[in-house]
């Protein structure tokens, strides 16, 4: 079974609107974290926001938040105020295990955001 | 350094030559993951180090792919006779993991662009 599933192989939305970029993972450790990155054009990966599986609150980082539903194994990014540089592709990803051990990071597939003008 | 440093940043090869990617993580990470991304697609876990630990070689997708990591420092990635399904960017990462666990992202170097022909 896929460990992190993205199911929006393409996403457009306008300037200035939010967009959600789902993500589903599986996991049967209690402790996990996920991250999201993008990857523009130009290839270089970047590291945008964290989600431990013990966190109480959605993790936000500026335009980015985190729509963490622990029980549905959800973590889906939302971007607020969508901009042209946004354009790019974002992929989720997960790293299980407990403090100390923590294995490999797992990404998804990625999905490619176009933001229109 | 500043980032993790990958090198060469492209390369040219013949079917059935050997190659070996370089990759130099951030100083004091003790993580250090190795990706393939093929055009278009997401990142392939290939292998995982972490600090004095057996890595984890699951990825690795043939005995033609091996890679070395002394300590903390400088891995390398080798290929032997490649095939033109070798051809993709290949990704390392570095994170400062030990004892931080689930929660530490990876830092990304810009890639080996490897080309077979």
């Known amino acids: 079974a896929q460990k992190i599933t993205q199911t929006q192989p393409g996403m457009f939305v306008q300037e200035k609107e939010a967009v959600t970029l789902d993500c589903t993972y599986d996991t049967s450790d209690p402790s996990y974290g996920l991250f999201w990155y993008k990857q523009p054009s130009s290839g270089e990966m970047i590291f945008l926001i964290y989600q431990g599986s013990y966190d109480q609150q959605n993790a936000t980082e500026g335009r980015y938040s985190l729509n963490f539903q622990k029980a549905r194994k959800s973590a889906n990014l939302v971007i607020s105020a969508s901009q042209l540089g946004d354009s790019a592709m974002y992929f989720c990803a997960m790293r299980e295990g407990p403090s100390g051990s923590a294995r490999q990071l797992t990404f998804g597939s990625g999905t490619q955001l176009t933001v229109l003008p | 350094g500043a980032g993790v440093s990958q090198s060469p940043s492209n390369k040219v090869t013949e079917k059935g030559k050997d190659v070996e990617l370089r990759c130099d993580p951030i100083?004091?990470?003790?993580?250090l993951y190795w990706y393939r991304q093929r055009l278009g697609q997401g990142l392939e876990f290939l292998i995982y180090f972490q600090g004095n630990s057996a890595p984890d070689k699951s990825g690795l997708p043939s005995d033609r792919f091996s890679a070395e990591r002394t300590g903390e420092s400088v891995s390398t990635l080798t290929i032997q006779r490649t095939q033109q399904e070798d051809s993709a960017v290949y990704l390392c990462?570095?994170?400062?993991?030990?004892?931080?666990?689930?929660?530490?992202?990876?830092?990304f170097g810009q890639g080996t662009r490897l080309t077979v022909v």
């Open positions: 990462a570095s994170s400062s993991g030990q004892g931080r666990g689930v929660n530490t992202e990876a830092f």
């Open positions: 100083s004091g990470h003790t993580a």
